[in-house]
């Protein structure tokens, strides 16, 4: 086996972080009032209902604890103390961020997998599976809440979960503008303006961010441009119209590739020396534009429905180049649809129920291509010229009924019909156009009951993923989709407990058992990655999560995912046998601690974030080690004029400089590895009036 790759310099332990914190905020006057723990309201289940009512595991986050003193650069800030949630690739934007919940989504090469995103009710999730987050605006993000587990009931085409992401309205602006300003290690800039507002019956918000960052690593600079503007008007009756506009310009996002284990050994901050020759990276534009109708009063319950498009177009330079090697891709995209739901209450056999009925159909169109470069980037032949598209359709329903005072039923039901086709232009020597079809059905059935404000749930639920365009690529060469490749399928089950901690806390508890029948695997041929379906795994573990109000002006968070992920049975193409072994790309072990201590003056956090062991690949022969970072935040407000405020804030990441594994190409080796960045500062001022 080959040996673990582990931290030359460890981070310190929990204890020590609490120590250091509780001096950080020794400057900030003391009066802060003591935080309420309000009820919690959710909106992922398509139906908002207090949580207690929800049986699934759901974990909101909005305000301080997304935006304050962070440099809001990925997804990810903020969200560390969820659990269930494993982030890798932070730090390379040409690939994107990687998020796995439940061991779904580690898969991705790029992009996210296994999970559907939402941007204020539209989808940021292809037809075909895959989502991108790099044109949201993270400094317009307000709230975010995290679902997970099988999703498919109400969502369609996810076995991870969903992530819901909320962004501000003009109703949220206390201050307007705000001017913020940043710099930080590895030549990071940033710039962001916000501004928003009410006017008669209309509320405004606007956004536009500006970022540049070399990278602390060669080949791995990023510059792109963010705008995103909504207006919501208020109509008699409770009805509403938001209208959301939204744009992305990204001209470089260098990609350093992946390292061997003596490459990053001898120096973490090189590049792939195929990246480096290649110029690898890509360029990105994208333009979206939605509206969301809300009506509560025209009909006895409520009618939303939303449509939305959005055109995406990408180039992108892959870092790897050998005789006859496609390396080279892009494409022009155009993805639109609409969905229409409608919720309401009512009694049936004196007890309340209430149900929500609806309809999804969304379409992507991609045109596509694919060239062989050589290394003196001269382009040598082009392999693909074909239109790509995608159709979606859903039909969905869900019932909650109040079997008693404290105990409640909830039934969800879903069809879905997934067309992939593919019109091939280059048709010499081979007319590779073709089509698949993916009719799948989907049900979730859960139970909750409450008692001194605690809330136990059980669920079963099953739903299915199907494989992108990119993933359904014939390993057998040419062009057109791998025949033998299925969507997989997951059954969930999962045992669930929340509810407060007096008046200081609350906590959340969850066991789930997952198997899923014919899991799409990542395999390496010729330098690409292909995908294969293993015959079954299994994911069974405990996620925990709790949040702390110890005094006024702190509040503690914690989470911790245990898990085990394995094949059950795999025979690969090649004959080897992987069953029992353990999913790669995926620790056993990982959690996250945050301290933070605010006053009027100011505020002070720190975290603590352990990843554990995980394999390389499906033979478990490379092992990854464990690794332990420290981060700091910390801030000072003052009071101008009127109603304006001036904060600087700053913070340091990997505090102890330790050694570690951003993120791991699964099955890709030798060159497994991206390497995370040591030490780093950044500093910044918002301006507010």
């Known amino acids: 086996m080959v040996s673990a790759y582990r931290s030359r310099r460890r981070g310190p332990a929990p204890g020590t972080l609490l120590a250091a914190l509780a001096g950080l905020p020794a400057a900030l006057p003391a009066g802060a009032e003591t ?3 309000e009820p919690v309201t959710v909106t992922a289940p398509r139906l908002e209902r207090p949580l207690a009512e929800t049986p699934a595991a759901i ?5 301080a604890a997304l935006a304050e003193g962070r440099p809001g650069l990925t997804l990810d800030e903020g969200l560390e ?19 796995s919940s439940r061991g779904f989504g580690a898969r991705a090469a790029f992009g996210i997998r296994g999970l559907r995103l939402r941007l204020d009710g539209l989808p940021l999730t292809l037809p075909d599976g895959q989502s991108q987050v790099d044109a949201v605006d993270l400094d317009a993000v307000t709230a975010v809440e995290v679902r997970r587990g099988p999703a498919s009931v109400l969502y369609g085409n996810a076995t991870g979960g969903v992530i819901d992401l909320r962004t501000a309205e003009g109703f949220d602006m206390a201050r307007s503008p705000v001017v913020r300003l940043q710099a930080g290690s590895f030549g990071r800039r940033k710039a962001n303006l916000r501004a928003g507002g009410v006017g008669d019956r209309w509320a405004y918000h606007a956004s536009a961010t500006a970022l540049a960052v070399d990278g602390h690593r060669e080949q791995s ?3 792109k441009r963010l705008g995103r503007f ?15 506009a939204g744009a992305l310009a990204t001209p470089l996002a260098e990609d350093p590739g992946g390292l061997t284990r003596d490459q990053m050994a001898a120096d973490p901050t090189q590049a792939d020396a195929d990246a480096r020759t290649l110029d690898a990276g890509q360029t990105v534009d994208q333009q979206d534009l939605g509206a969301i109708w809300r009506d509560p009063a025209s009909l006895p319950g409520e009618l939303t429905a939303r449509a939305f498009v959005s055109r995406r177009d990408f180039q992108q330079q892959l870092p790897f180049v050998f005789p006859g090697a496609e390396n080279r891709v892009g494409y022009d995209r155009w993805f639109y649809g609409g969905r229409v739901a409608y919720t309401d209450e009512a009694r049936w056999g004196g007890r309340a129920v209430d149900y929500l009925v609806g309809v999804d159909a969304d379409r992507q169109r991609d045109d596509r291509v694919r060239h062989v470069v050589a290394a003196d980037r001269t382009v040598q032949a082009q392999t693909v010229d074909e239109r790509q598209t995608a159709t979606a359709a859903g039909v969905f329903g869900r019932l909650g009924v109040a079997l008693t005072g404290a105990t409640g039923l909830t039934l969800g039901v879903r069809a879905d019909r997934l067309r992939l086709a593919i019109d091939d232009r280059l048709t010499d020597p081979v007319d590779d156009s073709g089509a698949r079809t993916f009719d799948e059905f989907s049900y979730g059935l859960g139970l909750t009951r409450t008692f001194g404000g605690h809330t136990a749930y059980a669920n079963v639920t099953t739903a299915f993923e199907s494989p992108t365009f990119v993933e359904l690529a014939d390993p057998a060469g040419g062009g057109g989709f791998n025949p033998d490749l299925a ?5 969930n089950r ?8 007096g008046r200081v806390g609350r906590y959340e508890l969850a066991l789930f058992s997952v198997r899923v029948r014919d899991e799409l695997v990542p395999f390496e041929r010729a330098g690409r990655t292909f995908y294969e379906n293993a015959a079954s795994t299994r994911r069974d573990g405990v996620e925990a999560g709790l949040t702390l109000v110890p005094a006024a002006g702190w509040t503690v968070k914690a989470a911790v995912t245990a898990a085990d992920y394995r094949f059950a049975e795999f025979t690969d193409r090649a004959g080897n046998d992987f069953g029992g072994n353990a999913i790669a790309g995926l620790p056993a072990v990982h959690g996250d601690l945050a301290v933070r201590r605010s006053g009027p003056r100011g505020f002070a956090a720190a975290a603590v974030r352990y990843v554990g062991e995980r394999y390389a690949d499906n033979a478990n022969r490379v092992r990854v080690g464990a690794h332990t970072l420290v981060d700091l935040r910390f801030g000072w407000h003052w009071a101008l004029a009127g109603a304006g405020r001036l904060t600087l804030f700053g913070g340091v990441d990997n505090v102890t400089d330790a050694d570690y594994v951003a993120n ?4 890709t080796g030798p060159g497994y590895f991206e390497p995370g960045p040591g030490r780093a500062y950044f500093a910044g001022v918002a301006l507010g009036f």
């Open 487 to 491: 969507p997989q399928r997951a059954v």
């Open 59 to 63: 974990t909101r986050v909005e305000g």
């Open 664 to 667: 791991v190409r699964v099955n």
């Open 221 to 223: 600079a990023v510059a």
């Open 494 to 501: 999962e045992l669930g407990l929340r509810g407060p901690l």
């Open 81 to 99: 103390t969820v659990p269930g949630l494993f982030f890798q690739n932070r730090h390379n934007f040409a690939q994107g961020l990687r998020i």
């Open 35 to 37: 935080p309420v723990l």
């Open 230 to 244: 909504s207006a919501t008007r208020a109509f008699p009756g409770g009805r509403e119209l938001r209208l959301i």
